[in-house]
């Protein structure tokens, strides 16, 4: 029996905007209550980056109150019908549970916030896993014919696949046009009339940023980019990445065909990873790896997400130096120095540390469905995929 991704119950239905409006008010507590750090554009997102409802937040002031609500409304949905459904918001309600005692002053390790808030495996990755990850990379660059140490032959692919700063938004504008023709074709009409406009951005501690609402994509000018990394950037952003996800998510809400919550983005769940792995994996969900320099990206993104999981590990568990973290970044991710003081500022931003779980752990949890699946099943893979708030858990019961 196919796991189908609508009708949610209407139970579900009033569950959510009860839900909906605990989220908006622990986000306004938080916002009042929380010293903000240097990260501007960072901390502006407070829990809640993306709200795409009009439902007034419930007042709070306590950290105590907020948690018996979040109690209470978990224990309600323990008696829904859709298993999917109701594992998920065991999930993303404990989640919100982990958040909020974090955020009332709760002494948290950081291996158990991981885990207690993303739902995720928080180990790193060990030498054995990171060397054949090398190995891989070094195959391919060998296959496209350069010569030397694997570092060596990185920086010449690089040289080779660089876009100039001065070409990167008209690069971005053609890549923009091509991914959206490729979502509507093979994945979703309901893209047609989606614009996205990119902005490039200086002194920001990302690569790139999705604007949803306001129909941009930023990209960080400060950064080295080849042609196949803004390839990337391109799917995981906009499409069939973050803006295909969340302008579907918003049809679906106005429509009343998906719970209120999934006009939502909350920052530091268990649904942040399912986020994440759809921008990651989207280039495959519209054929977009096609050149032996596409290839040789997948790979070289693989082992850039992993060095942010290990380095926040080593960061944060492990206690080690920035000196010591920029040098594993240039040995493991062949990362250039304005790449690695970015990642760094990312790393130590107190929502975002633990939250750069989301991006491999995302990345894998909805791999492995998309690879074990026959090609008759992705149409309604990319429904239940898109169309259902999931975590890498609950992904995983597509069948």
Partial sequence: MRTQSVPFEALDHQLSQDYTQIVLGMDKFYRESHLFGTEASLDKEGLVPVNLTNETPKMYHS??????????????????????????????????ITLANWSSGKEIPFREKVRGLLYVNENPFSIAERKELHQRLDTLLSNKGLEGSLK????????????????????LKDLLVDGKERVVQKMFKEMEDVEVTPVVVYGVP????????????????????????????????????????????????????????????????????IFEGIGDNGI??????????????????EIKSISGLNAAHMLHAEQASDEKVASFLRDFAFGEENWIESRL???????????????????????EVYKRIPENSKPSFYEFLYKNMLSADTVKQFR
């Fill in 63 to 96: 950290w105590h109150d907020i948690l018996a609500d979040l109690e209470d409304i978990r224990n309600k949905y323990a008696t829904i019908q859709s298993e999917v459904r109701r594992n998920y918001m065991q999930q993303q309600i404990g989640s919100l």
């Fill in 152 to 171: 060596d032959k990185v920086r010449k692919w690089e040289q080779t696949q660089h876009v100039p700063s001065k070409q990167i938004e008209s690069v």
């Fill in 206 to 273: 990302y690569s790139a940023y999705c604007d949803y609402v306001g129909g941009k994509m930023y990209i960080n000018g400060d950064l080295f980019y080849t042609y196949e990394s803004l390839k990337h950037l391109v799917a995981h952003e906009s499409f069939p990445g973050h803006t295909t996800h969340l302008r579907l998510r918003e049809l679906g809400v106005k429509s009343g065909d998906i719970p209120l919550d999934a006009a939502l983005v909350i920052t530091n769940t268990a649904s942040s990873s």
């Fill in 284 to 301: 495959h969900f519209i054929d977009w790896v096609n050149t032996i320099d596409d290839e040789i990206y997948q790979v070289y993104q």
């Fill in 345 to 367: 500022r990312f790393f130590k931003h107190s929502l975002r540390s633990p939250f750069i779980y989301s991006y491999w752990r995302g990345n894998e949890a909805v791999q």
